[in-house]
């Protein structure tokens, strides 16, 4: 998150609770200095009118003592004044002073350092702690929009050391506790601001994304066009066109007014078809493959109950997506959910296609479970990883959480679209119950796999827009944007997931995306924190209806306008590396630590382990082999800097990792796409090639210096 520029806010050993000026306090601070300017400039008239001449000296000195006295009162005055804005927290544009809650004396129980006194502000955006007598200075600042829940602890009753405060459950996984004294009564007024401003929308007011007023050099709501990346798929074709049915949000209040559908599909079809469809979610066109002209599409489940009915219309639909891919005689249907899952569902009216019904398909089930099972799954692995690491049962934690084989079952299908459409030419059709939590997962995967522009920095904004944003997946109820209502069996972490599949296949293919993981975990970040309109809502309905593009700022806004910190500096494009196919196994999914782990503690070893020389004779034939080609084992990204003069690696089963390029080499699917010390060996060459050119510069530079010199010492000199 882009932060305004840091504030001093300074130390303080007072323990009474102040609260912030109002607007009146501040007007009524400003008449009392102009009306100690204008006593000041009449006393200093009055001694000049009134006195007589021969007491106008002395008058005048003791005018001029007063003046003095009053001048360096209204002084100190003002450097109090600016002494307390100084102790404010840093704010943003849109966050407002006036509402700006400050309780003074109040201790951070951090579960690592122990408890830091310090200042706790509360604003209409975040929570902004700093300490008052730590060195070096720690300071934290947590947007409001990551608070799920908000509980007093103690009462007024408890007794012992920091047994009085608040606790705040986060979003991101972290609880932070804070101890308040009972005797400035500070408590009641943090939680009251807290309450209010961590949820707007239970209290009547705006998010603060409508607040924000911040500004970029970059317009992020201009990275996706519809009509352009349809274009830039080749739309329209024979087989396929766009079509406006939808413009008006009637066909489906839940997809975007722009829709790609068969060609051969007239408005009265496809009306017929959202009919049949879970909350006329049609079978709409993601991807469409540029030579096999083999298609992703996405809808979601048929309405078939109980009695197992049919729609020909529906089946017709599905025959024109098959027969608009020459190369394939049939078309797999993808459904996310399990078997059982499916069938339970048509007890509600829902279901799955009968292959009865649609010979021309093939169905199959990919097991992936549903929002609340996922919830579960996050709750548990949140409670490994904050805030105290069992060393001893951390694998077997990780194993109970189930996280990483949901990751795994994800990835899997999604590996399993995209072979279906690259390896076998087949157009795939996938969804779930509703089309907008797996499905989306499932479609965004197969197609960040298959299409390198997806891999790019814009290209995966876009993909966000479009397989996200645009098609309706219901942000504001998984995440609970503004709500208070922090059991919502709604919330879930889906978005979360797809996120974390991306890292897992950036992981495997380090070199093959432009982006970073410190742009992933932005993503994250900023998909709770309000701060910018991207997330915000369930559907472009709502979008357009709340005027979020002309009302707030695109996070696609901030990244843009500072890339350089997202940029992956591996990145690059191997013709073998078109098309991704991850390995979808447990030996090969990780525990994104540096996301989940990121706001622990370090197990250090207490001294570094030395490395051991070898047997001189048994050594020296190595080294001289691998010295004379230091190009094939140079590590073009190293560097010297002090602070990496000593090493410490964490000793702790969660950092470990087994090592799969040494004992999984001979697994053919373990291998790299693209070997790493290929694209090093490049990189040391242009790094040669770019000191060389410096070099030469620099000569040049100075032997153009050293002409300028010579000839201005032979040139003669004019009296």
């Known amino acids: 998150m882009e932060k305004a520029k840091s504030v001093d806010i300074g130390s303080s050993n007072h323990t009474q609770c102040h609260k912030p000026a109002s607007s009146d306090s501040l007007n009524g601070s400003e008449s009392k200095s102009s009306s100690l300017n204008s006593k000041l400039g009449q006393r200093s008239l009055g001694s000049h009118s009134s006195h007589s001449p021969s007491k106008s000296l002395c008058s005048s000195s003791s005018t001029s003592t007063e003046n003095m006295q009053m001048a360096q009162e209204l002084k100190m005055k003002e ?40 200042c706790l502000f509360v604003t209409n955006y975040k929570l902004y702690f700093r300490s008052v007598d730590k060195e070096p200075k720690f300071s934290m600042e947590v947007p409001l929009g990551v608070v799920s829940r908000i509980e007093k602890v103690g009462y007024a009753s408890s007794r012992g050391e920091n047994s009085y405060g608040i606790e705040l459950f986060c979003k991101d996984l972290r609880n932070l506790k804070f101890a308040h004294k009972q005797e400035n009564h500070s408590r009641r007024d943090i939680f009251d601001k807290l309450q209010k401003f961590a949820f707007p929308l239970s209290n009547s007011l705006p998010l603060f994304a409508f607040e924000y007023t911040g500004s970029y050099a970059s ?272 919330r879930s972490p889906v978005f979360l997931q797809f996120i974390d599949c991306t890292w897992q296949i950036m992981n495997q293919f380090k070199n093959a995306f432009e982006f970073n993981e410190h742009f992933l975990i932005t993503v994250l970040d900023h998909l709770y924190s309000c701060l910018f309109g991207t997330f915000l809502c369930n559907s472009e309905q709502q979008r357009v209806k709340e005027g979020v593009r002309e009302q707030t700022q695109s996070l696609w806004s901030m990244i843009n306008s500072n890339l350089e910190s997202y940029t992956n500096p591996m990145y690059t494009t191997y013709p073998q590396q078109h098309v991704l196919f991850p390995v979808a196994s447990l030996r090969r999914i990780q525990l994104w630590k540096g996301y989940y782990c990121r706001f622990g503690t370090f197990l250090c070893n207490s001294e570094q382990q030395r490395v051991k020389e070898g047997v001189r004779e048994q050594t020296q034939s190595l080294w001289s082999m691998i010295n004379s080609n230091l190009e094939s084992y140079t590590n073009p990204m190293y560097t010297t800097y002090p602070q990496q003069h000593v090493l410490f690696p964490v000793a702790s089963l969660r950092r470990i990792q087994l090592w799969k390029g040494y004992y999984c080499r001979w697994n053919p699917r373990m291998r790299h796409q693209e070997p790493l010390h290929v694209r090093s060996r490049e990189l040391l060459q242009l790094r040669a090639q770019l000191h060389k050119q410096l070099e030469d510069l620099c000569k040049e530079q100075e032997a153009k210096s050293s002409v300028r010199t010579q000839a201005r010492v032979s040139s003669p000199i004019t009296v």
């Open 79 to 118: 450097a109090s004044k600016a002494q307390k804005t100084s102790q404010d927290p840093p704010l943003l544009p849109g966050e407002q002073p006036h509402v700006v809650q400050k309780a003074r004396d109040v201790t951070y129980l951090c579960p690592f350092q122990g408890p830091i006194r310090g």
């Open 219 to 490: 317009n992020g709501w201009t990275v996706y066009d519809p009509v352009a990346e349809y274009r830039r798929m080749g739309l329209p074709t024979e087989s396929w066109k766009t079509t406006n049915i939808n413009e008006s949000y009637r066909l489906c209040d839940t997809y975007p007014a722009i829709l790609a559908v068969p060609a051969a599909a007239d408005n009265n079809l496809l009306e017929a078809v959202a009919s049949f469809r879970s909350r006329g979610r049609i079978p709409v066109l993601c991807w469409i493959h540029p030579e096999s002209q083999a298609t992703i599409t996405r809808c979601s489940q048929p309405l078939v109950g109980v009695s197992g009915k049919r729609c020909t219309e529906d089946e017709n639909y599905l025959q024109m997506i098959m027969d608009a891919n020459a190369q394939s005689h049939k078309v797999y249907i993808m459904d996310a959910r399990p078997n059982v899952n499916a069938v339970a569902n048509k007890a509600k009216g829902g279901g799955y296609e009968s292959e009865d019904a649609y010979r021309m398909a093939e169905l199959v089930f990919l097991d992936i479970h549903n929002i609340h099972v996922m919830r579960e799954s996050l709750r548990k692995l949140k409670e490994i990883c904050f805030p105290v690491i069992d060393e001893a049962r951390w694998l077997s934690n990780i194993e109970s959480t189930h996280w990483l084989e949901h990751l795994r079952g994800i990835l899997a299908g999604a590996v399993r679209i995209a072979d279906r459409v690259e390896g076998g030419k087949f157009s795939v059709v996938v969804h779930c119950s509703d089309g907008w939590d797996r499905t989306a997962q499932l479609t965004s995967l197969a197609m960040l796999m298959l299409d390198p522009y997806y891999r790019t920095i814009k290209g995966y904004e876009v993909l966000i827009e479009k397989e996200w944003i645009s098609f309706g997946h219901k942000f504001a109820q998984r995440i609970g944007h503004g709500d208070d209502k922090h059991s919502d069996a709604d």
